[in-house]
């Protein structure tokens, strides 16, 4: 990491000071609340038990009044606790992944697909991979887009965008990590956001005519003759009371089966719900600058009313109705007013209303995750760029690095693809062929995501990537090393048939003989050149170099050297021209006694 200074101990440490403080009051008003617990029933007990003053009523109904005035105290206490607890553990585990002691977050593995064009050969999925280091997510539909973004090419208005909005986003801290925060605590995960969309996408009748007017009529009749037989007492008024006491509770019963229907799940994703809310309205009333960030705002208006207030709408509702699974106080509400009847017309309502934008609000914080993601990784790494966008085929880098090692390992290179935009790469094993192909495909799957990119300047021309560098035999296609990299080759040729895209190859045909071999590799490097990619392909067969002088207007030869030094291999993975001299594979076995 490039990003050395103290400044995720100093939020650490700030954060733990606020901890302990609020744990302090957390654990006074506990106290307070017990006390007042206790003393709520030495005066009932004093009042009522020994036919005391009424001043012990008096006591006791203070006692009661305060003790819930400090229980919603206590529940927006621990609210906050939790959340600067989580903040304090955000910047421990950044400190503890710029100082490369652990990659403490998910590392998207299940995202990964074996046979996509790119995304498994350059390492973007699973452990210590890119979207391992970049995530910075945690709501299902944030871990989605961030693996979508780098998985597929953005347009190039929409990368100059995401670049705008990225850079915006990596200068305000305090703003990032209160919405990571949040999401975090919302405990959200794919089958509670998939339970929401299925509940969203199914069609709720309305409520009959028939049944809200009879929920009016038979609750106001039952308060009326609740109040009328406090009020007078006789038995007439208790059988009018209990006569429409069981009407309502029939009507409850005539509604469950839809009130069930429209709950399904919902204990589980209530939580999930409020935190939406609370993500929206942290993303609604802050004042951005770039384009991409206000547009996101705007599909968050709907009818004059943000996002967030429908969406917490919908939670209230939500917990109005979770009071059903308590069979007697089930019975009782409904008994007396049709408590979760009314309340399920509302929530029909708001469904018949909203819910077709539900997912579309939930994509927009999935895309302010992806954003928060990246512009971490450009906080984290002051010293990388903002690509330039061009669409003239050219892609040029200065000091190009591999994202993924540290700074004390790694080695940046110059490479340009204007003119010759074809490179044969040669060198001897371990001398950084492959690093050096990864470091290229894995900063152009960043360039493509409007992230910033390990090297010091950059101008690209957005492209399609295809690799071919990790393949291996499948025994579940009953499918053989060769015919595997036959396929993926197959596919890269397809892919550049009609546009142009962006070839790694790495040592292809390995699956066959050294002749064979040599004469494929040629003939595939003249295959898609005709095509007009732009890319490279490393090879150890020193012939296949021969074919630059054949098409020295779109081929060039680059290598990696070792040297021998105090019989010792000697490493500098810088790039240069030509081809490749020096061998390192006999005197390595020689060294190890193999040979």
């Not at 199914?202 to 406090?230: E, G």
């Not at 010293?383 to 040029?396: A, F």
């Not at 560098?469 to 397809?494: C, G, H, I, P, Q």
């Not at 490097?525 to 490279?536: E, F, P, Q, R």
């Amino acid at each position: 990491m490039a990003i050395q200074n103290p400044i995720y101990k100093e939020r650490f440490d700030q954060f733990m000071v606020q901890y302990q403080d609020q744990k302090k009051r957390y654990l006074i008003i506990s106290g307070a609340r017990f006390i007042l617990v206790i003393l709520f029933l030495i005066s009932i007990y004093y009042r009522f038990g020994n036919q005391g003053s009424d001043y012990w009523l008096l006591i006791a109904a203070g006692s009661a009044i305060t003790f819930f005035l400090l229980l919603s105290k206590h529940m927006k206490l621990a609210q906050k606790t939790r959340l600067t607890k989580v903040l304090a553990d955000i910047n421990q585990n950044e400190k503890d992944y710029v100082e490369n002691i652990s990659i403490p977050f998910d590392n998207g593995v299940r995202h990964s697909q074996s046979k996509h064009a790119y995304t498994h050969d350059l390492d973007v999925f699973g452990e210590n991979s890119l979207f391992h280091r970049l995530n910075r997510t945690a709501t299902h539909i944030g871990s989605y887009k961030l693996a979508h973004h780098l998985s597929n090419r953005l347009s190039n208005d929409a990368i100059l965008k995401q670049q705008e909005a990225i850079n915006e986003v990596s200068n305000n801290i305090d703003w990032r990590q209160k919405f990571l925060a949040i999401a975090i605590t919302g405990e959200d995960n794919k089958k509670t956001y998939d339970t929401l969309i299925d509940w969203a996408n199914t069609n709720a009748k309305p409520q009959t005519i028939i049944v809200t007017i009879l929920s009016y009529v038979f609750t106001i009749a039952a308060i009326l003759a609740l109040v009328t037989y406090a009020w007078m007492g006789t038995e007439i008024t208790r059988i009018i009371f209990s006569v429409l006491f069981l009407i309502n509770v029939g009507i409850l019963g005539q509604q469950y089966k839809f009130i069930k229907k429209e709950i399904l799940g919902e204990s589980k994703i209530n939580k999930p719900i409020q935190k939406y809310s609370l993500l929206m309205a942290l993303f609604e009333e802050q004042s951005f600058q770039s384009e991409k960030l206000q547009q996101l705002q705007k599909r968050l208006l709907s009818e004059q009313k943000t996002a967030s207030l429908h969406i917490h709408n919908l939670s209230k509702l939500f917990q109005q109705m979770d009071s059903i699974h308590n069979p007697m106080g089930a019975i009782i509400f409904n008994g007396i007013c049709l408590y979760h009847v009314h309340t399920l017309r509302k929530l029909k309502t708001w469904k018949a209303a909203n819910a077709s934008k539900i997912q579309d609000w939930l994509e927009v914080i999935g895309e302010i995750e992806s954003i928060n993601s990246m512009a971490n990784f450009a906080f984290n790494n002051p010293d990388y760029t903002y690509p330039k966008i061009n669409s003239q085929e050219k892609i040029t880098f200065n000091d190009l690095g591999h994202p993924m090692l540290t700074d004390q390992v790694r080695i940046c290179n110059d490479v340009r693809f204007e003119n010759q935009k074809f490179i044969i790469l040669t060198g001897s094993n371990m001398s950084g062929k492959s690093t050096f192909l990864r470091s290229l495909g894995i900063n152009m799957v960043l360039a493509n995501a409007g992230s910033p990119i390990c090297a010091t300047d950059a101008n690209v021309h957005p492209l399609d990537i295809y690799v071919s560098m990790r393949l291996s035999d499948s025994l579940t296609d009953n499918e053989s090393y060769f015919f595997a990299e036959v396929k993926r080759l197959k596919e890269v040729m397809d892919a550049a048939e009609n546009n142009l895209t962006f070839i790694l190859l790495d040592e292809i045909l390995r699956g066959t003989n050294s002749d064979d071999k040599r004469e494929g590799t040629i003939e595939v490097i003249k295959k898609l050149i005709s095509k007009n990619v732009i890319g490279a392909i490393a090879t150890h067969d020193l012939k296949v170099c021969e074919t630059t002088s054949e098409f020295p207007s779109k081929l060039s030869n680059k290598n990696f050297e070792v040297e021998i030094v105090d019989e010792e291999l000697v490493f500098d993975y810088k790039l240069r021209d030509g081809i490749c001299k020096n061998k390192s594979a006999t005197y390595i076995m020689k060294k190890m006694e193999i040979i």
